[in-house]
């Protein structure tokens, strides 16, 4: 069955910490994976990212796909307050209609003061 | 930018009643989407339209129908509402194809309670 984990479930770090999230994804003919962050009740796109093993950069957000070990890493440098929220990744196949989006649970981050 | 709008962000309803949550997106995106977020279960696909008065089941549409008569528009309906189907409530879309890459634009949500 295919599934996407991410982890930590939650974190909490303070102002201007370096922090990495995690998400490993089993996704039969696998595509291409989505990073979203959710703020309140909206998610909003972040990356796509595919096997190519590309880097993705945003800002202090960057994030990057191994296709080898089946995961992907969100990295955010300088953490603001503004960064806290829930990230969720989502790995989609060749269906190409993105029907078939496989969700992670989210990381929840908290940034404090 | 995409603006996709959902009708109510807090809603409030009896057992039994049918509910209609409405969602609007302004850009013109063929796919439309409504899922179900719930702690520790995430996001669930109940149902997804690719096109006007198209529609395919997502993972979980027991106790669901939707409805879209126009492009812009796609409505969800719980025919007679139940305490399970307590949950936040996303709509979101996206272009076909290559929609991939640009991901897809969610609105702000509702908060249905069914007491």
């Known amino acids: 069955e295919d599934k996407v984990v991410q982890s930590p479930l939650s974190l909490v770090v303070h102002e201007g910490d370096t922090v990495t999230l995690n998400c490993s994804y089993e996704?039969?003919?696998?595509?291409?994976l989505l990073w979203y962050k959710q703020e309140k009740k909206a998610p909003t796109f972040l990356f796509m990212l595919t096997s190519s093993g590309i880097e993705k950069k945003s800002g202090r957000l960057s994030s990057i796909l191994d296709k080898k070990e089946l995961f992907s890493i969100l990295n955010i440098t300088a953490t603001q307050t503004g960064d806290s929220a829930v990230y969720l990744c989502?790995?989609?196949?060749?269906?190409?209609?993105?029907?078939?989006?496989?969700w992670g649970l989210g990381t929840s981050l908290a940034v404090n003061p | 930018d995409v603006k996709v709008t959902q009708s109510s962000r807090y809603l409030v309803k009896r057992t039994g009643e049918k509910v209609f949550l409405e969602c609007v997106q302004d850009m013109d995106h063929e796919n439309m989407f409504w899922y179900r977020q719930d702690p520790g279960l995430g996001l669930r696909l109940i149902y997804f339209s690719y096109d006007v008065k198209m529609k395919e089941k997502g993972d979980i549409p027991e106790g669901y129908s939707v409805s879209r008569e126009k492009k812009e528009r796609f409505s969800l309906i719980l025919e007679s509402a139940s305490t399970n189907q307590t949950s936040m409530y996303l709509c979101a879309s996206s272009l076909p194809g290559t929609g991939l890459t640009r991901g897809l634009f969610f609105g702000s949500g509702t908060q249905l309670s069914v007491l």
């Open positions: 996704v039969t003919n696998f595509r291409s």
């Open positions: 989502a790995g989609t196949d060749n269906a190409g209609n993105n029907r078939k989006l496989i």
